[in-house]
T-cell receptor, first 110, second 113 residues
């Protein structure tokens, strides 16, 4: 059974801190890994990672894939209250299939 | 462009009632998806449609049916609702499949009593 596990499940930090969110996977047919941010409603796309060791960056957010360790991390530097959200990791396991992790609920306190 | 729209936003059903959740996208995407999101479980794929005229089961299809009415619209039907189907339902679309960015609708919060 394909499985994606995120840790921690919940994290509370102060504004300005740096956070690292983890995603590990155990799937039969890995194609790529995606990160989504979910605020109040619909998830929105952050990154897609297909190659090991290549960092994707967007402003204060960055992510890297480690295919040897079957994992990925999402880093957020200089956190702001607007970064408070659920961060979802998903692995593409087929032409049409994504398997999602449980999500990490990140809360940034001012 | 509205992106992906879903109706209704909220619904309360009694056990055994039926209903259809509607989804439409205006991005000319080929692939459409229905997910459910339960606390602590992330998103789980119910059904997907790779292209107009095709549908296929995802991870948790039992108790649901779908129709890809045309390229724009993909509906999800609950024939006889059960309390275990209480969840938030998201529709999504992508250009050509799971390896492309998926765009999600705002969700439908369904409660079955």
């Amino acid at each position: 059974e394909d499985k994606v596990v995120q840790s921690p499940l919940s994290l509370v930090v102060h504004e300005g801190d740096t956070v690292t969110l983890n995603c590990s996977y155990e799937v039969t047919n890995f194609r790529s890994l995606l990160w989504y941010k979910q605020e109040k409603k619909a998830p929105t796309f952050l990154f897609m990672l297909t190659s090991s060791g290549i960092e994707k960056k967007s402003g204060r957010l960055s992510s890297i894939l480690d295919k040897k360790e079957l994992s990925s991390i999402l880093n957020i530097t200089a956190t702001q209250t607007g970064d408070s959200a659920i961060y979802l990791c998903a692995v593409v396991v087929g032409a049409q299939k994504l398997v999602f992790g449980q999500g990490t609920r990140l809360t940034i306190n001012p | 462009n509205a992106g992906v729209t879903q109706t209704p936003k909220f619904q309360v059903l009694k056990t055994g009632q039926s209903m259809t959740l509607q989804c439409a996208q205006d991005m000319n995407h080929n692939s459409m998806y229905w997910y459910r999101q339960d606390p602590g479980m992330g998103l789980r794929l119910i059904y997907y449609s790779a292209s107009e005229g095709t549908t296929d089961k995802g991870e948790v299809p039992n108790g649901y049916n779908v129709s890809r009415l045309n390229k724009r619209e993909f509906s999800l039907r609950l024939e006889s609702a059960a309390p275990s189907q209480t969840s938030v339902y998201f529709c999504a679309s992508s250009e050509k499949g799971a390896s492309y960015e998926q765009y999600f609708g705002p969700g439908t919060r369904l409660t079955v009593t």
